[in-house]
């Protein structure tokens, strides 16, 4: 089985309230099909958690345009069972070489990145780029295009990182150039889990991804009713065909009085 690197530009920001949903997501702040015991794990990277705040000092000198794209997020990851084999100190190295990539493509204009190890993916990081150039005039501008325009330069950038990573990893290889396949959409994912969308539309591999998300919040709730029920003393068989609907059931008072 071929390793592949994982470079994914994401959405275009353009309106500050995709700041707060960026970072409700990669903080945790918002219901997500994450293993929430893990998420402890999680670390800022580069930034704080103040990201809308650091954009609009960051741009307080710069006169936005019509249509002006705020920022893009990247998605950076490796194939999933290749992470899984992964020692940890080699964990880490994987880590450390993703933000010296993003530090030497992006350098100040890097605002923020997170290092997630909660999700399916057991590791992947989240940055943020908010593209601050100067014109010709020497007026402070916002230009996503010098980074990402057209699918040459977004092929451009999957040999660039591909070629960064295989310094330390001379195993991953590069995903296949001029591909029409599009990277792993994990809202869609979501969307299956949570109902929002056709599972018959999926393919075999989200369904997979979902079923496996679907495991791990199945395993949370026993343990939380688990510890629950230890907490307040109550009987496993007074819980395993409880219905909360059924009138006739009296109610369990002791820890109400």
């Known amino acids: ?125 989240h940055a943020l780029i908010v593209p601050k150039f100067t014109n010709s005039k020497g007026e402070p501008i916002l230009s996503i295009s010098r980074y990402f325009d057209g699918r040459k330069m977004l092929s451009d950038w999957q040999t660039r990182y591909y070629e960064h990573m295989i310094k330390e990893f001379p195993d991953l290889k590069r995903g296949i150039i001029k591909s029409s396949a599009k990277a792993e959409d994990i809202r869609k994912i979501y969307g299956i889990i949570n109902g929002e969308a056709e599972a018959t539309e999926a393919t075999r591999e989200e369904l997979i991804k979902a079923n496996g998300i679907l495991k791990v919040r199945v395993n949370q709730l026993e343990k939380q009713v688990e510890t629950l029920a230890k907490k307040l003393e109550i009987k496993p068989e007074l819980t395993q065909n409880y219905n909360p609907f059924d009138l006739s059931i009296k109610p369990i008072t002791k820890f109400l009085e």
Not at 26 to 55: A, M, Q, W, Y
Not at 78 to 86: K, P
């Open 1 to 125: 089985m071929k390793n592949y690197v994982v470079f994914t530009v994401g959405e275009k920001f353009k309106d500050l309230s995709q700041f707060t949903t960026f970072r409700q997501h990669v903080l945790r702040e918002i219901e997500c099909p994450c293993d929430l015991s893990l998420t402890h794990l999680n670390k800022i990277l580069i930034g704080d958690v103040d990201i809308k705040e650091d954009f609009l000092n960051y741009t307080k000198d710069v006169h936005f345009r019509k249509k002006n794209v705020f920022a893009r997020d990247l998605l950076l990851s490796t194939s999933h069972d290749y992470m899984l084999q992964l020692s940890e100190s080699k964990k880490q190295l994987w880590i450390d070489h993703n933000i010296e990539f993003l530090k030497e493509s992006f350098g100040e204009h890097l605002r923020f990145a997170i290092v997630h190890k909660d999700e399916v993916q057991p590791l992947h990081i």
